[in-house]
């Protein structure tokens, strides 16, 4: 008779790092210290360290925050989460690690999972942990990180980029958007979604942070497309036209796209196949529909459409998804995943332009 292999939470090790900034370092406590399993169980256990044996680490605030562990922490880690720090010296500087740090980073182990927030990615690229890969970070230093850091690919539109076993966020709050997407990856959207609602953030934001970039302000006057994005929500199982969009806001083809770029940081096509992939996404974790069915009232109208954009979005067939992160049929009073209905006509999806 075999026996179940104990149950043990995924550990996620923070490194606190002088200089760092209080909001970044209570974001994966935040995000991970939440989820449960069915039996009330933690899904993860949060542990924070330092490069040094444990004592005070200086933060850019008027306080310093005892730390615990020291960095032999590390080397039990299942994921690693490095948050911005203001007193990187030679890794800001000339891309390097100190000593110190260096041999922090050295106690992590192979196939560990790591993460960065904000200008956490410095580390992980001096640490040669990013080379020929494609990382973001802060907007306003994409351009110095990219100098300092040639080999790397810099995306500095995105909120966050998950390259498998390494994942690099934007500025700050990105780190938030990040961490509910490691925990969306681990264990499916509806306990992402529930970690959100609790912690009353969206649990996905929409565009990149090129919207957040300094351009000169709009006249006072300009509308915006945020009554097309709630009617489209409300449509996603109908085909969407850009122009029937354009005309919820009363604008030209040509004038929203641009306006909803600007607002947004995607182009229409762009955000309505994410809303689709998401509303999917809950109705295999959450409902017995067909995967048919699915594709139907998520907008995709036929199973191989939606199984293509799930395969590119996630890596994943629909029915694989299923199987991993199906986890309970919605209760009663759970929010309605889908607003079913319109037939079986194959929605049209707007121009990616």
């Not at 720090?85 to 260096?102: D, I, R």
């Amino acid at each position: 008779m075999t026996r179940e292999p104990a149950f043990r939470p995924h550990r996620v090790v923070v490194l606190a790092l002088d200089g760092l900034l209080p909001f970044e370092l209570g974001i994966p406590h935040r995000i991970f210290g939440r989820p449960k399993d069915a039996e009330g169980r933690h899904l993860y256990e949060v542990l924070t360290c330092s490069v040094r044996p444990p004592g005070p680490v200086e933060t850019d605030a008027d306080f310093a925050i005892h730390v615990g562990n020291g960095p032999q922490a590390l080397a039990t880690a299942d994921t690693v989460v490095i948050p911005a720090s203001y007193e990187l010296g030679p890794v800001l500087e000339k891309g390097v690690l100190t000593e110190e740090l260096a041999a922090a980073l050295a106690y992590i182990r192979p196939g560990t999972r790591l993460a960065s927030i904000c200008t956490g990615v410095y580390v992980l690229a001096a640490a040669g942990r990013l080379d020929g890969r494609p990382a973001t970070t802060h907007w306003a230093e994409a351009e110095h990180f990219q100098r300092l850091f040639p080999r790397i690919r810099v995306d500095a539109d995105v909120l966050f980029i998950d390259d498998g076993d390494v994942l690099t966020s934007a500025g700050v709050a990105a780190g938030i958007d990040l961490c509910l997407h490691m925990v969306r990856r681990d264990h499916g959207t509806a306990v992402a979604n529930e970690v959100a609602r609790r912690t009353v953030v969206p649990p996905h934001r929409d565009g990149g942070q090129a919207q957040y970039i300094h351009r000169p302000l709009p006249e006072p006057q300009l509308a915006t497309t945020t009554a097309a994005r709630a009617w489209a929500l409300e449509r996603l199982h109908e085909p969407i036209q850009l122009r029937d969009m354009a005309e919820q806001e009363s604008m030209s083809v040509r004038t929203f796209t641009r306006r909803f770029r600007e607002e947004v940081g995607v182009s229409p096509g762009q955000w309505l196949t994410r809303q689709r992939i998401e509303r999917a996404r809950q109705l295999l974790e959450s409902t017995d529909l067909s995967v048919d069915l699915v594709a139907r009232d998520a907008g995709f109208g036929t199973a191989q459409s939606m199984r293509q954009h799930l395969q590119a979005a996630l890596g994943v067939t629909p029915t694989v998804y299923r199987r991993t992160f199906r986890t309970r049929v919605a209760e009663p009073d759970d929010p309605p995943a889908v607003r079913t209905g319109g037939g079986n006509r194959t929605p049209l999806a707007v121009g990616e332009g």
